[in-house]
C-alpha cells in the first residue's frame, strides 16, 4: 500500500528540540501527474501507491523495443543487457500478471455497476453513478478520470470547469459519506 522512507536529519544541534530542519530522502518517480487525478498521495516519509487509490496504476510507457526496461541507456545500470532466455520467461510470468490484474479490475466494475431487478431502466443507469458517488465522491469529473484507463481528462471538459472541479475535490468536506478512508485512500490525520 505505501513504502515508509526514512527521515534523516541534518545539523541537528541540542537547542533544536523539535527538530525542525528534518529532511525526507524521496528517491520516488513521481508518475499520476496526468489530469485531476493528480499525483499519489505522498506524506511524512511516506508514499501510498496509486494501486491503494485508485484500484489500478497509473499508465506506464512502452519500453522501447529490444530493451527490457524504460530507463534511458546513459543511466542504465544493467537492467538493459538481459539475456534472451530470461526474457521468454520473464513475459510468460507478466502475461499472467496482466490477465490476473485485468479481470480483478473487471470484477471490481461489475460489482460497482451491478442493478437491481425489477427497477426500471431509468433508476437502473442511475445505481452505477450512485455507487460511484458513494465510493469516490461526488465529482463527475474526478469518478470519469478514475475510470480512465490511461489518465487525462475526460472529452470537451474545459479548463475552468477543471479548476473548479479540483478545487472542490481537494476541500475538506468532499470526502464526508463516501469509502475515501474507509477502503478508498487514507484518512486525514
Same mark, same amino acid.
Given at each position: 500500500?505505501?513504502?515508509?522512507?526514512? /527521515?534523516?536529519?541534518?545539523?541537528? @544541534?541540542?537547542? @533544536?528540540?523539535?527538530?525542525?530542519?528534518?529532511?525526507?530522502?524521496? @528517491? $520516488?518517480?513521481?508518475?499520476?501527474?496526468?489530469?485531476?487525478?493528480?499525483? +499519489?498521495?505522498?506524506?511524512? !516519509?511516506?508514499?501510498?501507491?496509486? /494501486?491503494?487509490?485508485?484500484?489500478?496504476?497509473?499508465?506506464?510507457?512502452?519500453?522501447?523495443?529490444?530493451?527490457?526496461?524504460?530507463?534511458?541507456?546513459?543511466?542504465?545500470?544493467?537492467?538493459?543487457?538481459?539475456?534472451?532466455?530470461?526474457?521468454?520467461?520473464?513475459?510468460?510470468?507478466?502475461?499472467? *500478471?496482466?490477465?490476473?490484474?485485468?479481470?480483478?479490475? +473487471?470484477?471490481?466494475?461489475?460489482? $460497482?455497476?451491478?442493478? $437491481?431487478?425489477?427497477?426500471?431502466?431509468?433508476?437502473?443507469?442511475?445505481?452505477?453513478?450512485?455507487?460511484?458517488?458513494? *465510493?469516490?465522491?461526488?465529482?463527475?469529473?474526478? +469518478?470519469?478520470?478514475?475510470?480512465? #484507463?490511461?489518465?487525462?481528462?475526460?472529452?470537451?471538459?474545459?479548463?475552468?470547469?477543471?479548476?473548479?472541479?479540483? $478545487?472542490?475535490?481537494?476541500?475538506?468536506?468532499? #470526502? @464526508?459519506?463516501?469509502?475515501?478512508?474507509?477502503?478508498?485512500?487514507? +484518512?486525514? !490525520?
Amino acid at each position: 500500500c505505501y513504502v515508509q522512507f526514512p /527521515q534523516r536529519f541534518d545539523g541537528i @544541534d541540542r537547542h @533544536d528540540r523539535y527538530s525542525d530542519r528534518n529532511v525526507v530522502f524521496f @528517491d $520516488i518517480n513521481m508518475k499520476g501527474l496526468d489530469g485531476i487525478q493528480g499525483p +499519489i498521495y505522498v506524506g511524512t !516519509g511516506c508514499v501510498f501507491r496509486r /494501486q491503494a487509490l485508485y484500484g489500478y496504476d497509473a499508465p506506464v510507457k512502452k519500453k522501447p523495443p529490444g530493451r527490457t526496461c524504460n530507463c534511458l541507456p546513459r543511466w542504465c545500470c544493467c537492467c538493459c543487457r538481459s539475456k534472451k532466455k530470461n526474457k521468454k520467461s520473464k513475459s510468460k510470468s507478466n502475461e499472467k *500478471k496482466k490477465s490476473k490484474e485485468a479481470s480483478k479490475q +473487471i470484477h471490481a466494475l461489475e460489482n $460497482i455497476e451491478e442493478g $437491481i431487478e425489477g427497477i426500471d431502466n431509468e433508476k437502473s443507469a442511475l445505481m452505477p453513478q450512485i455507487k460511484f458517488e458513494k *465510493k469516490f465522491g461526488q465529482s463527475s469529473v474526478f +469518478i470519469a478520470a478514475t475510470l480512465m #484507463e490511461d489518465g487525462g481528462v475526460p472529452k470537451g471538459a474545459r479548463s475552468a470547469s477543471l479548476l473548479k472541479e479540483a $478545487i472542490h475535490v481537494i476541500s475538506c468536506g468532499y #470526502e @464526508d459519506k463516501t469509502e475515501w478512508g474507509k477502503e478508498i485512500g487514507w +484518512i486525514y !490525520g
